[in-house]
């Protein structure tokens, strides 16, 4: 019997495909593909993702794939949102260890109650999830949180993130962020990306109780223009600019603001560096970061999730921010 730890995949996007793709240079055996789409079923998850047969024929039966036996921990590369919290409570019933990118902080971004039933049956079962998060998080949340000790405290933070959202699925682009469509105000999920990564700085600072406040928003093209492989109209959404800040009462101690363009609009004013850090010292001290992330997210978040598969499994049963994995 292989001691290898065995995986399986949800999802057939643009996460998935660059899991696939790195899988072969990990330990970890696929043995498992799980699809929403019942017409996806019974193909090769290989073939599904654009590339060559793997072996492994996918299951839109997510009940019977975790109750399987057949892997361990469960790479989740679909959607944020109800199917992503249906698959969270499936793994928690079963005992299934789960890694995903769809939020760094479970606090912010699942509603008090369905975080109570996933944790309590996770809890029981003894499964282990985490969310490592790249768009905005990481570079947003986990970094300035290992540097806020670099500086005297009490230590403000501000962090920026320009992103070229070009490369994301068009999925991601249409659905969660209303790329092409006339919807307008906050996008929803750029302030539920920023908050959950606000409030894992806030608690690393000590202002967990503060009330965190959402300004900017979703931005409307003026031309046609293409992105991805969505035609934006006049007046239909580009992108979005926005930001989530936090007071303390009497100074600004937290501002995170995230813009996301296509193409060249991607960066204004940030010529190549596209995340800055700034992060100050109560003594009036300034720590500086310049960071130059990669255009397309997707291999860095496959990364991410693998990395994370053994620390994962050394961690109690429940819900985890990335923070909680061991560093190495």
């Not at 540097?147 to 403000?156: A, I, K």
């Not at 469509?181 to 894992?200: V, Y």
Request: hydrophobic content about 40%; glycine content about 14%; some cysteine.
């Amino acid at each position: 019997m292989s001691s290898r730890i065995r995986v399986g995949i949800y999802g057939t996007g643009r996460t998935a495909a660059e899991l696939l793709a790195a899988l072969p240079q990990t330990p970890f055996l696929l043995t498992s593909a799980i699809v929403h789409s019942p017409g996806k079923a019974g193909k090769d998850i290989g073939e599904l993702v654009g590339q060559g047969p793997v072996g492994v024929l996918a299951t839109a039966d997510l009940e019977a794939a975790l109750t399987s036996g057949e892997f361990d921990v469960l790479l989740y590369a679909g959607l944020t949102g109800e199917r992503h919290e249906q698959t969270l409570a499936a793994c928690a019933a079963a005992g299934v260890d789960q890694v995903h990118a769809c939020f760094v902080d479970p606090r912010a971004a699942l509603a008090p109650e369905v975080r109570e039933r996933v944790e309590a049956a996770a809890r029981e079962s003894g499964s282990r999830m985490v969310g490592t998060g790249m768009i905005p998080g990481l570079w947003l949340d986990v970094l300035p949180a290992l540097l806020s000790s670099g500086v005297p405290g009490p230590v403000s933070v501000r962090g920026q993130r320009v992103s070229n959202i070009s490369s994301w699925g068009r999925d991601v682009l249409a659905q969660e962020f209303g790329v092409g469509t006339r919807t307008s105000g906050l996008s929803w999920r750029a302030d539920a990306l920023l908050r959950e990564s606000a409030r894992l700085v806030a608690d690393v600072l000590g202002l967990g109780d503060h009330a965190l406040v959402s300004e900017g928003g979703l931005a409307a093209a003026e031309t046609e223009s293409t992105i991805g492989d969505i035609v934006v109209h006049p007046g239909e959404v580009e992108g979005f600019t926005q930001s989530v800040v936090l007071h303390d009462g009497e100074s600004e101690r937290l501002r995170l603001e995230w813009s996301g363009f296509g193409g060249s609009a991607a960066k204004p004013g940030q010529a190549s560096t596209d995340v800055v850090l700034t992060l100050t010292g109560g003594d009036g001290s300034e720590l500086v970061v310049r960071v130059n992330t990669p255009v397309d997210p997707y291999p860095g978040t496959a990364a991410r999730m693998l990395q994370a598969v053994r620390g994962l499994r050394l961690l109690p049963a429940g819900l985890h921010p990335p923070t909680a994995l061991p560093v190495g």
